[in-house]
């Protein structure tokens, strides 16, 4: 049998010990192995409470059993699932029943997402995004994936791909069929219209997106500049705990120190790295390149000086904020003159003035961090585009229009091409491509061959 037709089976909650565990069937012997298991099948979606026994007949559980019939489930499948108490041994019992029985496997990582959306339960937007969503850490990111689940990109890409086809349709008619007497005359004008406003509104989404698209990955921010300047009690402040090591010795810090922040909903990174300068330890001198390194890959820099040290800002893509800490120490009085709460750096250099130890300053440093990253992100809210697989997709199709609008005085067979293009695209987008969609619409709406 092939893998596809075979039954799977998982655990589909985390890992034990825990007080209840699922583990999930689907394929066409998920009736069989809830018959093997419980005695019966229960009514479909009705929660069952059934003694699990195995192959011998011996107890493994008193659970809970659910019954899904396909087409009406999940992967579009016959589905089971087996609510039991989450014990390791438990679970290993379980587990072992269900490999014993013949065409029924473990499952492959991601493999029931990818039978719901061979099943036509899901489409590909939809499947990236519920990978989104269980992997989301902040509550913008669970925002973004909760919309795109709900085909907020899906449907609009349905909708488009539907427009091309059907201005496609009416220039292959007007190309193939143009002495039928049932095929309207001059097609080329009002398909040329919808491709324009069709254009429009596909470049209007990529140019309202910015980088909404990062919101997976989140916001990196590099705390960079000479040593012992107080970068790693920077870092302490902004994780509310300590993840560094603080040591009023130069060098302390030799490797990258990762934390990942919730600042606002916003998914953030910060990187506390190595103090800059020349240096005779090899290893310190390993710890300045990959600190450099770093900071030029990151999205925005902290430079971090104090009134020792007053090193040059370094030269980069990334935005640089100056932030000088220790201000206790020279006697400031408010933590951050010139500056209100939540402000950003402005483009003549001027910065943020903390105290690092004592907690001055600290709020009006995140709030610009805040401020930033919306700004970095863009409104996100209603975002339509969530991957950069996305992007280019619909970056191909506006590319694919443009060229079939200026091909069309050229030639209907050449606008006709790039318009297969465009609905193409789509259809990758969507994880749907099907070559017999034009032919389906010409021959429905022009009766051509009846």
């Not at 909404?212 to 012992?228: C, F, H």
């Not at 206790?328 to 939540?342: F, I, R, S």
Request: proline share 5%; with cysteine; aromatic share 4%.
């Amino acid at each position: 049998m092939h893998p596809r037709q075979q039954t799977i089976f998982a655990l589909s909650t985390g890992r034990p010990p825990s007080a209840i565990a699922i583990v999930r069937v689907s394929g066409p012997q998920a009736g069989a192995a809830v018959t093997s298991l419980a005695g019966k099948i229960p009514a479909p979606r009705m929660a069952a409470r059934a003694l699990l026994r195995d192959a011998n007949q011996q107890p493994i559980d008193d659970a809970v059993v659910l019954w899904f019939p396909g087409p009406a489930s999940a992967t579009g499948e016959d589905v089971a699932e087996f609510h039991i108490h989450g014990g390791r041994a438990v679970l290993a019992a379980l587990l072992a029943t269900l490999s014993a029985v013949e065409n029924i496997r473990a499952a492959e990582p991601g493999e029931f997402t990818r039978r719901a959306f061979e099943n036509g339960k899901l489409d590909l937007t939809e499947a990236e995004a519920l990978d989104d969503l269980i992997h989301a850490d902040t509550d913008r990111q669970r925002r973004q994936a909760l919309r795109q689940l709900k085909g907020l990109l899906g449907d609009r890409a349905r909708d488009w791909r539907a427009q091309i086809i059907a201005a496609s349709a009416l220039i292959e008619a007007g190309i193939d069929f143009s002495d039928e007497g049932d095929v309207p005359q001059e097609l080329i004008a009002p398909a040329l219209a919808s491709i324009e406003a069709l254009l429009g509104e596909i470049q209007e989404v990529l140019a309202a997106q910015g980088k909404s698209e990062r919101l997976r990955d989140g916001l990196v921010v590099a705390i960079a500049g000479p040593p012992n300047v107080g970068k790693s009690t920077l870092m302490n402040q902004l994780a509310r705990r300590e993840v560094a090591i603080v040591s009023p010795h130069a060098g302390t810090t030799r490797d990258i120190i990762e934390v990942q922040l919730d600042l606002d909903g916003y998914p953030v990174t910060v990187i506390d790295t190595a103090g800059i300068r020349e240096t005779e330890d090899p290893v310190e001198q390993e710890g300045v390149c990959r600190a450099r390194a770093r900071a030029d890959e990151a999205d925005l820099v902290l430079w971090m000086i104090d009134a020792q040290h007053e090193m040059n800002r370094p030269e980069g893509a990334a935005p640089v904020w100056t932030v000088r800490n220790k201000i206790d120490l020279e006697g400031g009085g408010v933590a951050n003159p010139g500056q209100t709460a939540g402000a950003s750096p402005g483009p003549d250099g001027a910065g943020f003035k903390i105290s690092a130890s004592r907690g001055d300053g600290i709020q009006q440093l995140v709030a610009g961090l805040i401020a930033f990253a919306q700004d970095f992100f863009g409104s996100g809210e209603g975002a339509l585009v969530g991957r950069v697989r996305q992007r280019e997709l619909l970056q191909q199709t506006a590319a694919s229009l443009q060229r079939s609008i200026t091909a069309a005085g050229g030639g209907e067979e050449l606008a006709a091409e790039d318009l297969r293009a465009a609905a193409y695209s789509l259809g990758r987008l969507l994880g749907r491509v099907d070559v017999e969609d034009i032919l389906d619409v010409i021959f429905k709406e022009f009766c051509v061959g009846k």
